[in-house]
């Protein structure tokens, strides 16, 4: 065990030490693959949380006509509430909408409130979104209710969730094309670092199948010399993240103040974790590939 | 004991196999035969004869386009790619251009064979100082193989091939590079180790040292077997 662990890890590391410019490219490649991966991860993470504090904010509210009966206005309530997209629905009533009037008012200096005697404001069922995207689908529901007696008016402002969620969804997309073409280019390059290393070593392979030694046994030098390569990529490439977070951060934060970008240790663990995950499958996967086409010989 | 360790069971059968290259060319054609436990065989034949196709069948590195051959009860054809691995073991091999490691020194080049097939502990010390031991090499264990002479490497390769205590050792043209003397230090070891009951199977073109030990000689010619003898000589 003891010795074939020994021979399995000087194999993997001559590998990679003899030859250097190519262990060096691969490694440098890797590095670049998971340094935008990290990236893509951390903005992602950063514009969900955007999405999220938006998503809070958004709100419909349909205006209640004067003559609708409360027990209709409620019926409403009750089929809005059912929506699994609406986190929450208030019924504001007309005095409610005077008294915030008067609030809104009594703190404004510019603002000069006359009393009046009747009161124009309407009521309006005030809804909360749980799911921001669906606002506009039940905006359209809403006003589809509009002069059947109890809604007159629905009023929604989805444009800011819009645009949020358009960027959100083409970073996903782009993220996710970019960081594909990143991790063929990295198998690639991992395959011929393993290729060149499996060639170098071809006698030896040779005998060692000669003298009935398993599949795995040759594989494993290699697999573990891929991974050598992932870890290193992987080690560089956080080392990279880390020391750009902080200025990063603060930039981030002078230019859009409102987002609420802290990373917990939660998401530094998830981060790590991601990629060194993805780096030992990138590592393992390449090198598997390689030696499996030169066994299959 | 297996029936195989069994003397006169055959632990090698080619029962009518053919080798057909994708170019059309015959390298053996309806072959029959049984090489019995504990056997001495001489495959000789001209170059392209065939003996060099016949061994890499037993050794499965080809396998046959028809026909079947058995190696120590294992249809070879048959064998799970994983259990290949399991076939060789049993079977060592040693070349003509020895196949040695010029990176490890003669201990390490018999204990690699060990390592690479699981063994570790105190035993690949033990298992490779007995064959070391064995070809006459044990002053020699830390050399590299650039500082020895070609017989000296060829029994390094010998006890590469038997240190896994193989029951059967083929040698394909094992005097190939080596002087008549150094030959027949080489055929001495193998007579001994054949005489130790593993079954030998050796192709040469070596006419002086077939004729001198007189054991069965199968004769190849354009991948046929044309004669098969038990007391043969090289040419009929």
Redesign the interface.
Known sequence: ????AT?IGTAAVHGFTRNPAMSLASTLTVTLMLTLFAFFLTTDRGLQAAVGVLESKVELAAYIDDNAKVSDVLDMKKRIEADPAVARVDYVTKDQALQRLRDIAANRPDFAFTEISTNPLPASLEVKMAEAREAKRLAQDLRAEIGKGVIYDVVDNPQVVDQLLTITRVLSVGGVAVLAMMLVVSLFVIVNTIRIAVHARR??I??????????W?VRWPFILEGMIVGTLGAVVALAILFAAAGPVTTVMLDFVDILPLSFGPEFVGQLVASVFGVALLVGAGGATLSVRAHLAK | MTRNEEEGWPVITLDDVSKRFPNGTFALRDVDLAIEAADFVFLVGSSGAGKSTLIRLL?REELPSSGRVVVDGEDVARLA??RV?????KIG?VFQDF?L?PTKTVAENVA??L???????PN?REETDRVLSLVGLSQRRDHFPDQLSGGEQQRTALA??LV?RPRILIADEPTGNLDPVTSWEIIKLLTRVNELGTTMVMATHNAEIVNALRRRVVHLDHGRIVRDEREGQYAA
């Open positions: 065990m003891i010795r074939w021979y006698d030896e040779e005998i060692m199948q000669l003298v009935g030694a398993s599949d046994f | 050794i790619r994983g691995p399991k076939l060789r073991r091999v196949k490691l690699f064979a390592i690479v097939t699981g063994h570790s502990g690949v590469r091939a896994n």
